[in-house]
Structures are given as structure tokens and as C-alpha cells.
């Protein structure tokens, strides 16, 4: 086990530095620079620009000198759209932002996606399982563009219950719409995934022993079927969570939260490169290491998987 | 400046979005408890009703309101708060409140003094002494002198400082700008020297009669060089940074909003009124709209097309009022542009084919002008000449359209296939649309319609890869050359490649002269015989503003306001 996780973290390193260098291949390949506006820079003040950035030198130049920055300095560098802040002190003041709202997301998806996926399950083919159907159903198809818009108009405009946008430190009134707008199409997900995979774990033979055993059903689900049934949610969980965590261009741009999911689609737009990169490596490496965490859980939760 | 901003249809310069955006404003009303509490924990609501709060107008003794603030909506955060380093509109609202230059605007765009108490020109426009007023301090209470001004414009063009504005100062005239730029002269050859404390001259290259005009905006604030020094980048952050204007820098959460209160040590910071203003980043317009109605925002713009009909619900709320930027179609003159646009005929065939009555009366809804010109109307002592075609109706310039088509051998048999590209948008591509729909049923023009995303589209325009493209242009200073000296040979705007020698000469001319007006009129004339590009529509700036603020700068078409002229009044909302 502790072989297999080193092995992991091993191979992360240079996934990590292919991701670097095709990104940052791809973001030089792109029209334009991160200085093309719509008035001409005279070819002074380009080539100053160009120098103080280093946008000069060769491309392998400045992709080692961009690591080498990172691995002695941990210095992303400055960004080009931001003048007044380094893409560090960007992604440490939207990083938390992101990371409080999506993991209070994740963590209403889960509880409220199980729940209505098992409910569902259980009491299969009544009126609970085609609520729990209807609700989960009508949640995806509100993606969070939408949802978004709807729940400010009803909740800021209409009933004037809560602020329309702004994050303030993260105080709770200014959590609640972002929080359900990004976590309704997730909890839909997790749903329907634990649902399926519920009525299938209920209907293997294990299940109908125990039950034929005469244990109560209640305890049959809670013990025995639960920890399987929730296998394939725990693989849907890993790119979930980095998914959430990582941000939101949506949330950010209706409820002005300031996170860091923004900078995604801005800092491409403005050719930031910097922050283009920092933002990329971020979701790189949160990805590379959920997706072991999840490789982990899974063990734990399948003695019959072995690494 | 580089791109139109206005609150209408376009895409900022540097903060770009893929999206259908704009601009806001607003206040925090106690109007529920959550709210209430939010707003009074985070925004500081509890410290906004100062006592000094005087209860009338000195001037217009309206009524104020005791609470004195100003929330606007910002599509965007500002880049940046370094005055030189600035190239955003937005980033220049703040900026405003924050510094202040040798001359300000007022509310109908005059020229005020600012720093300057006043100043002279001399040798032919091409030097100017300011005379700076000696109770200007900083927020720090530092006294405001000359050095602060030369220190300032140096970094402006110091190409360590790498300021992508600094072409502002060089178009200017400030002695030696390029120069120093190139690197070929130190910083300390900048054509601008402190005389004495308060008498500051600068010496220009060439005759620049509006300079003064220019010095209102940002890149030529003065900047307090020992907090540059002591901070580096991190001068701006509030705290740190010291400011001259009548506002200092409270609270700034990147991408959330920023918060700016009064500056004690402001000179004239007993007539200002307003007590806080906070730009809220509202990136979504719709969404912005909505918190505007919800009493977040005092300030908001109003998305594309829905003008009439909030004109119509709140009339005292809704406002249009020119902006300084005209919309319209470049044409690609060279080699790599289709042939027949070589041929003034097809030109001017397809412009006068196009009705822009349609554009602005049922797409964009907001007030728009129809353009003829290149100028925009609304732009300081320019009175532009009609064009004869403006002055037909549409169906005569549709049959005068028509025989020039076939005069150059192009028709309905013999049809022309064309590319206009555009920068994502769907107001963009509505226009685009429906131009293409004119030329086909008109001229039997076959257009390639193509989007490309911002910076792609301006290398593409760059690079003349079109035969026509849409293009924007915003005046940096209020003053006819800032439009037309875009379609002289040498100008870096000039994308289409237009090239008049006629029209070089008269912008040539024009800087030397006391009334260039007549060689204005000549410029436009030729570009609308030559039909250089296809002038659309001058632009306005639509937004909502809350009927209780007060002192807005209706006048003022480059939609510089200034906080410190605004005020709340009691009302009965």
C-alpha cells in the first residue's frame, strides 16, 4: 500500500511537468499576446514589456526558467492582466473563496444526493422513489447559469431575504444561493448514481442472504449494502470535489464571489500567461492527488481490492 | 482609449469576457435584516453617516440624505491602481477619486482646475506652465508639489516601469517620450521640469493644443514616490497607498469590490459630499440589473435592447447620453483585402446600402445615433459636416447604391463574395447579421460572416486577414483629432490601411493652426467621399441610476464622473 502511494506520487511529478509544457505550448501557440490591444503598443514599449516579462527569450528558456522558479521559489510569477498583485497572492486570495464554497457544495451533494438516491432505492416504485426521481430529474436540468439567476430573483429581489452577490470574509448569508447553485446538478448526479447502484447491490445474492437470514431491513441496507452501493459514487466524488474546489467561472460571475474559477476563462482571454498557468497546475495537482485519495478509499471500503 | 467600454454592447480592452457584460453601481439599504446585517458587518455601513454631513446642498439646498454613499456596479476589477500603469476605464473611474491631475473635468466636461490652479501655453502650443495650488496635499498630509508630477510622468514612459499607457504620454507631445521609451534617453530627458515647487512647465515636440485636456487622465496623476519605494507592487493595497484626490482607498477585495472614503487632507474636501463609494464586480449585467432593482446598486448599465421598455417603467431612473466612441466597419484597402474594395464605387455602394435607421431604432434600442461621420457628434467644438448621402432616404441611397455597383461591374449576375469578421458578442453578431442580410438583398453581396474571440480578431484585423471587420473607436481626450487621426497613414488604429496624403497633410496641419475645424471638415468630407471605412452608429452610454443620487455628469460625453460632485438627497424612494 505505502509502495503503491509513493509509486503514485512518483509518477505525479512528471505528469505534472508534461502539463506545464503543454500548456504552456498551447497558451504561446495561441493569436496574440498577452500585450495585443486594439491600439498598437509602438515597438518601444512592446519590446520593453516583452523584457521585463521575459517574453523574449526562447520558449524552452522560459519554460525552465518558469519551473525553476517554482520549484526554488514556489514563484508563479506576476500577471500580466493584474499588475499590482503576483498570480501567488491572486490564487491565495480566490483559492479559499473557491475552496469554502465548494466544499460546503460538495459536502450538501453528498449528504443530500445519498440520501435521496437511497430513499429512492429503498422504497422503490412508490411515491418517495418518483419524488426523489422527479427531484433529482428537474435538479439536473438546472444547470447553475440558470439556477443562478432564478435563485437571486426570488430570494434578493422578491423576498429580499438575501444579498444578490458579494462574498464578505465568507459570512453565511452570502454563502447560501452560491452554495446551492453549484451543488444542485452534483446532488442530481450523485442521485441518480446511487440510486442505480443501490437497486443493484439490493438485488445481489449477499444482499438476499443476509435478508433471508431474517436480519431487519433497515440493518440489512446500513450495514451491508451501503458500503458497496457507494463505490461507484466514491469514484464519481474524486474529480467531483477538484471539480468543485477548483471553482466555479459561473458562481463567480453571478454572485461576484471572487474565486479563483474566473481566472480560468479572463486570464486566457487576456493571455495572462502566468496566471493561465498557475491556475492550470493547481487543478493539475489537486487532481493527480484526489484521484489517489480515491484509488485509497478504495481499498478501504473493497477488501476484495488489492494495489 | 483602446476600446469602447460603454455600457453598450462592447468588451472592454484588457478585461474581456466571453459573456454579454457591462457596468454598476449601488447602496446597501437596510432594508431587511440579513442584509442589513451583512452589509453593516462587512461593508461598514455603521461609519457612513458622518456627522459633518452637511443636512442642505450649499449650493442647490436640496435636502441630503444622511447617509452619503455612492455603490456602483464595475463589470470588472481594475487591473491596476497605478495611475501610470492604468488602461482601463473602470480602473480610471477609481483612479479619479483617488488622484487628481493638474485639471479636472466638470460636470459638463470643461476643463476645471484641479492641482493646477491654472495655466499658460506658450511658443505656438508647445510649452505649457502649470501653476500649482499650495494647499494640495497628499492623504498622508504631505504637501502635493511639482516633484510629485515629474516623478510620475518619468515613470510613465521609464521603460523599467514597462507601462503599457506610456504611448499616451508620447501622444502628448511630451518632449523626448519616444526616446526614452527606446531607451536611447534616461527618464530624466522627459520634456517636464519643476521649475520651482509649484510651477511646473512642460515642453512638447510639436504643438499640442489640447494638452491640458490630457492631463486629466490617469497617466498624468502625480504618484507619491515614497510609498512606491517603500511597497513596490504592493503600493496600491489599501494602507499602503497614499493618493491625492478626495478619496483614499478603504477596502479592496480583488474581484469583489472595492470601498473608497473621504481623504481629510484633500484641498477641497470641505465641498465634498459623498462620504463612501463602493464599485461592486458585477460581472453579469442581467444579474447586475437585478441587484440594481433589489437596492444593492445606485448604478448599473442596462443591457443591450432592453432601454425602451425600463425608459418606459422608470423614466427618472433610466438614462442614455452620448458616449465618445463610434461604431463601424473597417475596410481593408491593401493587397490582401478583395480586389473590388480598391474601387471607391463598391465602397461607397455598400455603405450607403446599409440602413442604419434598422440598427439603431430596432437592435439597439438605446439611443444610438446613426453615423455618417467618422467624429462622434457629441465630441468638444467639432460641428461635422452631413455627408450628402446622410441626407438622402434610405431608398435613394439603396438606388444610388445599386448604380454604383453596376457602374463597377458587380450585381445580382455578377456577385461579390465578401469576409467581415467580428469579435464575439451577440450584439456583434446581431449587426453583423443583419448587414449581411442588407448587402445580399441590395447588392447580391455574398458575406462570409466569421467570429473570432478578442485577441484572435485583433490579430486578424492587424494582420489585414478581412475584406471588412467591425471595429470600435473611443476618444482618448475630447477632441476631433482623437477620431480622425486614426485614419492618417502612420496611425497604429489604421487597420484597414486607408491612405490619404490629402488627409495626412490636413491632421498635419491642424496641430499648428488656432481653429482647425475647417481642415476637420475637409478630413471627414474626403473620408466620407473615399468611403475609408462604414461609419454605424455613434455610441451612448445607457445605464439606471437611482433618482436620490444626484450631480451626475450629464454633460460630460467621455462619462468621466467624479465622485466628490455627486450627492444623496432625501427622498421618498
Redesign the interface.
Same mark, same amino acid.
Given at each position: 500500500m505505502l509502495h503503491y502511494t509513493l509509486k503514485r506520487i512518483a509518477i505525479a511529478v512528471p505528469t505534472i511537468l508534461i502539463l506545464i509544457v503543454l500548456s504552456f505550448a498551447l497558451m504561446h501557440s495561441?493569436?496574440?499576446?498577452p500585450?495585443?490591444?486594439?491600439?498598437?503598443?509602438?515597438p518601444? @514599449?512592446l519590446a520593453?514589456?516583452e523584457?521585463?516579462y521575459g517574453l523574449d527569450r526562447s520558449f524552452p528558456e522560459q519554460v525552465a526558467r518558469y519551473v525553476w522558479r517554482i520549484v526554488t521559489d514556489f514563484d508563479f510569477g506576476?500577471s500580466y492582466?493584474?499588475?499590482?498583485?503576483?498570480v501567488n497572492e491572486?490564487i491565495a486570495?480566490?483559492f479559499p473563496v473557491t475552496l469554502t464554497y465548494g466544499s460546503l457544495a460538495f459536502l450538501f451533494s453528498i449528504l443530500a444526493g445519498t440520501g435521496l438516491g437511497i430513499a429512492a432505492a429503498v422504497y422503490r416504485k412508490t411515491w418517495l422513489d418518483s419524488l426523489a426521481v422527479g427531484v433529482s430529474v428537474g435538479a439536473q436540468v438546472l444547470p447553475n447559469f440558470i439556477m443562478?439567476?432564478i435563485l437571486?430573483?426570488i430570494f434578493?429581489?422578491w423576498l429580499? =431575504?438575501?444579498?444578490?452577490?458579494? =462574498?464578505?470574509?465568507g459570512?453565511w448569508?452570502?454563502l447560501i444561493m452560491p452554495v446551492i447553485a453549484l451543488a444542485t446538478s452534483f446532488m442530481a448526479s450523485i442521485a441518480r448514481i446511487t440510486r442505480s447502484s443501490m437497486i443493484e447491490t439490493l438485488n445481489s445474492d449477499f444482499i438476499l442472504t443476509a435478508r433471508s437470514k431474517g436480519l431487519p431491513f433497515r440493518q440489512v441496507v446500513i450495514r451491508h449494502a451501503m458500503k458497496p452501493a457507494l463505490l461507484p459514487v466514491i469514484s464519481y466524488l474524486g474529480p467531483t470535489f477538484v471539480g468543485l474546489i477548483t471553482g466555479s467561472v459561473v458562481i463567480?460571475?453571478?454572485f461576484?464571489?471572487?474565486?479563483i474559477g474566473?481566472h480560468f @476563462?479572463?486570464a486566457a482571454?487576456?493571455?495572462d500567461y502566468p496566471l493561465i498557468m498557475g491556475v492550470t497546475i493547481l487543478i493539475g495537482i489537486l487532481t493527480v492527488l484526489f484521484n489517489l485519495l480515491v484509488d485509497i478509499l478504495y481499498v478501504w471500503i473493497d477488501p476484495r481490492i488489492r494495489y | 482609449m483602446?476600446?469602447p467600454s460603454p455600457d453598450h454592447c462592447e468588451n472592454p480592452? $484588457?478585461?474581456?469576457?466571453?459573456?454579454d457584460f457591462q457596468f454598476i453601481s449601488g447602496e446597501?439599504r437596510l #432594508?431587511?435584516h440579513? &442584509?442589513a446585517?451583512?452589509?453593516a458587518?462587512?461593508?461598514g455601513i455603521g461609519a457612513m453617516a458622518q456627522a459633518d454631513t452637511p443636512s442642505h446642498h450649499p449650493l442647490t439646498g436640496e435636502e441630503l440624505s444622511e447617509t452619503q454613499t455612492f455603490t456602483y456596479r464595475m463589470l470588472?476589477?481594475a487591473?491596476?491602481?497605478?495611475p501610470q500603469?492604468n488602461?482601463d476605464s473602470e480602473g480610471f473611474d477609481i483612479l479619479r477619486d483617488l488622484f487628481e491631475g493638474l485639471m479636472n473635468q466638470d460636470p459638463n466636461g470643461e476643463l476645471v482646475p484641479g492641482v493646477a490652479e491654472r495655466f499658460a501655453s506658450s511658443n505656438g502650443n508647445r510649452t505649457f506652465t502649470f501653476h500649482l495650488r499650495d494647499n494640495a496635499k497628499w492623504s498622508n498630509g504631505d504637501p502635493v508639489t511639482t516633484r510629485d508630477f515629474v516623478y510620475a510622468w518619468r515613470r510613465a514612459v521609464d521603460?523599467?516601469v514597462? $507601462?503599457?499607457y506610456?504611448?499616451y504620454v508620447?501622444l502628448a507631445g511630451v518632449m523626448n517620450a519616444?526616446a526614452i521609451?527606446?531607451?536611447d534617453m534616461p527618464p530624466e530627458a522627459l520634456g517636464v521640469k519643476a521649475l520651482d515647487p509649484h510651477t511646473l512647465q512642460v515642453d512638447l515636440d510639436r504643438p499640442v493644443p489640447y494638452f491640458a485636456e490630457m492631463t486629466t487622465y490617469a497617466t498624468f496623476f502625480p504618484t507619491h514616490r515614497p510609498t512606491i519605494e517603500a511597497h513596490g &507592487?504592493?503600493w496600491? #493595497?489599501p494602507g499602503n497607498l497614499v493618493s491625492n484626490g478626495a478619496y483614499v482607498l478603504a477596502e479592496h477585495?480583488?474581484? /469583489?469590490?472595492h470601498a473608497r472614503t473621504r481623504n481629510p487632507h484633500y484641498w477641497d474636501n470641505e465641498s465634498t459630499i459623498v462620504e463612501r463609494v463602493t464599485g461592486?464586480?458585477?460581472?453579469?449585467e442581467?444579474?447586475a440589473l437585478? #441587484?440594481y432593482?433589489?437596492d /444593492?446598486v445606485d448604478r448599473t448599465g442596462i443591457p443591450a435592447g432592453q432601454f425602451p421598455n425600463l425608459k418606459e417603467q422608470y423614466p427618472d431612473q433610466t438614462h442614455s447620453m452620448p458616449a465618445l466612441c463610434t461604431y463601424y466597419y473597417t475596410i481593408n484597402h491593401t493587397e490582401t483585402g478583395h480586389p473590388a474594395l480598391r474601387d471607391r464605387r463598391v465602397r461607397s455602394a455598400l455603405s450607403y446600402a446599409f440602413d442604419r435607421d434598422i440598427i439603431v431604432s430596432s437592435l439597439l434600442k438605446g439611443g444610438q445615433a446613426p453615423a455618417y461621420n467618422f467624429t462622434h457628434p457629441a465630441t468638444a467644438g467639432f460641428d461635422p459636416t452631413v455627408p450628402d448621402y446622410a441626407r438622402m432616404t434610405q431608398a435613394e441611397r439603396d438606388e444610388a447604391a445599386r448604380e454604383l455597383f453596376a457602374a463597377a461591374g458587380y450585381g445580382p449576375e455578377n456577385p461579390l463574395q465578401l469576409s467581415l469578421i467580428y469579435n464575439t458578442s451577440e450584439s456583434h453578431k446581431k449587426i453583423a447579421t443583419v448587414a449581411s442580410q442588407m448587402w445580399k438583398q441590395k447588392l447580391g453581396v455574398d458575406i462570409k460572416l466569421s467570429n473570432f474571440?478578442? !485577441?484572435?480578431y485583433?490579430? #486578424?484585423r !492587424?494582420n489585414q486577414e478581412f475584406d471588412l471587420s467591425r471595429a470600435?473607436w473611443c476618444g482618448d481626450y475630447n477632441e476631433a483629432s482623437t477620431f480622425l487621426d486614426v485614419m492618417t497613414s502612420s496611425s497604429?488604429?489604421n487597420d484597414g490601411k486607408f491612405m490619404d496624403a490629402r488627409v495626412d497633410e490636413l491632421m498635419e496641419q491642424s496641430r499648428t493652426l488656432d481653429d482647425p475645424t475647417p481642415n476637420y471638415r475637409e478630413v471627414e468630407a474626403i473620408l466620407a467621399s473615399e468611403m475609408a471605412m462604414i461609419p454605424i452608429y455613434h455610441y451612448t452610454s445607457v445605464f439606471m441610476l437611482k433618482p436620490d443620487i444626484r450631480g451626475w455628469p450629464f454633460g460630460n460625453v467621455q462619462n468621466n464622473w467624479y465622485s466628490k460632485d455627486l450627492y444623496r438627497v432625501k427622498s421618498a424612494r
Open positions: 495561441a493569436p496574440g499576446s500585450f495585443t490591444g486594439e491600439r498598437p503598443l509602438p518601444e @514599449v520593453n514589456l523584457a521585463k506576476p492582466s493584474h499588475h499590482d498583485r503576483t491572486i486570495q480566490g443562478a439567476p437571486v430573483l434578493t429581489l429580499g =431575504w438575501l444579498p444578490g452577490g458579494g =462574498w464578505q470574509g459570512q448569508p452570502y463567480d460571475i453571478y461576484s464571489t471572487g474565486g474566473q @476563462v479572463n482571454i487576456n493571455r | 483602446q476600446t480592452n $484588457s478585461t474581456l469576457h466571453p459573456f446597501f #432594508r431587511n440579513l &442584509i446585517l451583512a452589509a458587518a462587512g461593508l470588472d476589477e487591473p491596476t491602481l497605478d500603469l488602461q521603460p523599467a514597462g $507601462s503599457p506610456a504611448w508620447e519616444s521609451q527606446a531607451g &507592487i504592493a496600491t #493595497r477585495v480583488p474581484n /469583489e469590490y461592486l464586480v458585477v460581472n453579469d442581467h444579474q437585478t #441587484r432593482f433589489a /444593492e474571440e478578442w !485577441k484572435t485583433l490579430v #486578424r !492587424k470600435g497604429g488604429a
